[in-house]
């Protein structure tokens, strides 16, 4: 899985939408992480063999590689960009979605970035002040809190 993560990344990211997008206009997320890792217990299969080797005894194995645990749903790429390159994103992990095994399923979300507010109300947070930019996230003012602080943000 590991392999096939860098494999789908560098699709996204340096084949197709630093070409045709440019570097700086998407924001990716690889939403899964290689912990699990894979033993293998090596085992000869010459012949005289069997005097050589224990068996299952110590056979704890050596680590063979990493891989990222998935559940059926999760999300594993993340993607944020502009409208206008919006078909350049659907394209970019169309080709990614080849690397990984399984079936993978690509959705556009109705959300501004990588927030849980929908674009229509991110726009009207920020109009009236109640959403404050954060750098890559922002913050929310819920009009609590002491009376210097709200004078600081008019």
Not at 11 to 20: A, P, S
Not at 30 to 37: A, E, G, Q, T
Not at 92 to 98: D, E, N, S
Request: hydrophobic share 35%; with cysteine; charged share 25%.
């Amino acid at each position: 899985m590991l392999r096939s993560l860098v494999g789908s990344e560098m699709c996204i990211r340096d084949r197709y939408m630093t070409k045709t997008a440019g570097k700086d206009s998407f924001h990716m997320r690889i939403r899964v992480h290689p912990f699990h890792v894979l033993r293998i217990n090596k085992m000869l299969s010459c012949a005289g063999a069997d005097r050589l080797q224990t068996g299952m005894r110590g056979a704890f194995g050596k680590s063979y590689g990493t891989v990222a645990r998935v559940n059926i749903g999760q999300v594993l790429i993340s993607m944020r960009c502009r409208d206008a390159v919006g078909p350049h994103a659907l394209e970019a992990l169309r080709r990614a979605k080849y690397k990984i095994a399984g079936r993978q399923k690509i959705y556009t979300s109705r959300k501004w970035g990588f927030t849980k507010d929908l674009k229509a109300d991110f726009v009207e947070g920020r109009k009236s002040g109640r959403i404050i930019k954060d750098g890559v996230g922002c913050q929310y003012d819920n009009g609590h809190g002491p009376l210097s602080a709200w004078i600081k943000r008019q």
